[in-house]
């Protein structure tokens, strides 16, 4: 049976955006080098050594234990490690990995999997049912990645490579959930869990994916060996194998650093780079940048609270916030504007041209006016609005990062300019989830990671039972019967036409309840030396930044 764990899950989903990312959106801080711009030579003090690829990381994963991680880092060096059943391929459709054949039952509440043979882990442990089944409910009992499984009632072995699955209702989107988070279900080495008991994920780390773990250096470095019995590679990667016959991957979480130790070629290639600093390193001889839209910013309104649990109140925040400049303020430029609550590109999210007509457009003079038909006036512009006494003044929560810092205090000023102060905080990290859960913010700068998929959006960020003040990441506390319902249709109908014109629906009711102001989407960049061959094979894959183990088996010297 699946044990729900939600508070601790939906926790954890906070520190996947801001804890990675702490890690991986500080580089959006702004921080400059005074070290020098290097030599540009992508060679570095001894030259490119073609066996051995040094990557380079701006922070420390927390733990190597696939069904214990949550964190980016984690995800980057598990991906070459350990596999899950199911990968996300460029359609973004998940295919079977180390499942051979599936079958799925016309409701879509038992699924039969078919285990490819022959597939070994790195101590020579064979992948067959029982080990699968194991891995499921250790996930499971662990409860941290636990979330995406509760559907599911049951694990099976019915035959040496078969495993079946049961849910207790209609889950058509099990393998999307499988592949999507798929270095969080990666299949680990239970003999090797057995025999290091608390040592593994950090002594030990045994896997069945391209690379084998060697060493973990605390806070200096991470290194793998290729596994050269690994034949079992997807069927849409250019290469099952990589040519590089080890991996570095060097921890340096201060950005500057991080960018100089790229451009002088220590390292030869870098993940989360600056964003204030790629204009340096696409400008320097022998390194160049990839950019990929994988994490959006935006400003849920807390409706369960006075004054924003009045409608009014929330479409004239809306229309009070400009984007444009916020681009400028938290991201350098580096990103592009959002008005969708899913991004139009992703599956099931409305079309580019109707989240612009739904959105509520920059226009404070429309903002003064939906709060003046509230009954909230002032005597002039700028002045504190009020109304039966009370003045018109929220709570505006930032976690303390730099660039949802920078974007809160011009959030702030716009929301002045129509009469309504602010109260502003960007306290300590806990202090931070504890005000959200405890109800005490009327709009926090907020953020999300890469998904593809509409579902994925809705079910985590506006579901009535992800509600902050529960615990979860609906950071709006909002709670719409009808909105509940459709997504549970996304989740739950078989047809996957339906399942995308419930996603649409639900967006729609979204922009109309003014529930968040969608902001930007935010650039994530990879910096590379010219001297590495694959990058244009990886990044041709339109999920190339989530894909860190086609990242692995493509780039090379």
Not at 44 to 71: C, F, K, M, Y
Not at 101 to 121: M, R, W
Not at 248 to 270: C, H, K, Q
Not at 341 to 364: C, T
Request: glycine share 8%.
């Amino acid at each position: 049976m699946v044990k729900n764990n939600h508070s601790e899950l939906n926790r954890r989903g906070l520190l996947t955006v801001f804890g990675v990312s702490a890690g991986a959106l500080a580089g959006c801080l702004g921080e400059t080098d005074d070290n020098g711009n290097g030599n540009g030579n992508g060679n570095g003090n001894g030259g490119i050594d073609t066996d051995q690829l040094t990557v380079g990381i701006n922070s420390e994963p927390t733990t190597l234990d696939a069904h214990e991680s949550t964190r980016i880092p984690e995800r980057l060096t598990l991906s070459a490690i350990h596999e899950p059943l199911f990968y996300l391929n460029p359609d973004a459709e998940p295919v079977p990995h180390l499942v051979s054949d599936y079958e799925i039952n016309e409701d879509a509440t038992e699924f039969v999997f078919q285990l490819q043979e022959g597939v070994t882990f790195h101590n020579g442990e064979p992948l067959d049912a029982e080990v699968v089944e194991w891995n499921f409910d250790r996930i499971i009992d662990i409860g941290i990645n636990s979330g995406d499984l509760d559907p599911v009632t049951s694990f099976d072995v019915t035959g040496e490579h078969e495993l079946t699955i049961e849910t207790e209702s209609p889950f058509p989107l099990l393998l999307q959930e499988l592949a999507e988070f798929s270095n969080f279900h990666g299949m680990v080495s239970r003999e090797a869990v057995e025999e290091a008991g608390d040592d593994f994920g950090r002594e030990v780390i045994v896997g069945t994916g391209p690379y084998e773990f060697v060493e973990w250096e605390a806070a200096d470095r991470i290194r793998l060996e290729r596994y050269d019995d690994y034949d079992w590679g997807p069927d849409f990667a250019t290469q099952q194998q990589s040519s590089v016959e080890e991996v570095e991957i060097r921890i340096i979480p201060e950005a500057s650093t991080l960018t100089n130790e790229l451009m002088v070629g220590d390292v030869d290639a870098a993940y989360e780079l600056s964003l204030a600093q790629t204009g340096e390193v696409e400008s320097n001889d022998g390194t160049d940048v990839e950019r990929n839209q994988g994490t959006w910013t935006f400003l849920p309104i807390n409706v369960d609270r006075s004054p924003t649990d009045e409608v009014e109140v929330r479409r004239a925040i809306s229309h009070a916030i400009d984007r444009e400049p916020l681009l400028q303020v938290g991201l350098d430029g580096e990103g592009e504007l959002l008005y969708g609550y899913v991004p139009p590109f992703w599956g099931g999210g409305l079309s580019e041209s109707e989240n612009q007509e739904l959105a509520y457009e920059y226009d404070p003079d429309r903002a003064r006016e939906l709060l003046e038909e509230a009954g909230w006036t002032n005597d002039e512009q700028g002045a504190v609005r009020s109304r039966d006494g009370e003045e018109l003044e929220l709570d505006l929560l930032s976690f303390p990062l730099g660039l949802l810092e920078n974007m809160a205090e011009a959030i702030q000023s716009m929301l002045t300019d129509v009469g309504i102060a602010t109260d502003y905080r960007a306290p300590e990290a806990s202090t931070f989830y504890t005000d959200l859960e405890n109800d005490e913010h009327h709009i926090a700068t907020s953020g999300g990671s890469f998904t593809p998929f509409a579902s994925s959006v809705l079910s985590r960020y506006y579901h009535g039972s992800e509600r902050v003040s529960e615990g979860g990441r609906n950071y709006s506390n909002y709670d719409n019967p009808e909105v509940n319902d459709l997504i549970g249709e996304i989740q739950t109908d078989p047809d996957p036409d339906a399942r995308d014109d419930a996603a649409m629906e639900a967006q729609r009711i979204l922009h109309d309840d003014a529930v968040a102001v969608n902001l930007n989407l935010l650039n994530r960049n990879y910096g590379y030396d010219t001297q590495l061959q694959g990058i244009d094979t990886w990044t041709e894959n339109p999920l190339w930044w989530g894909q860190y183990h086609l990242h692995w088996r493509e780039v090379e010297f």
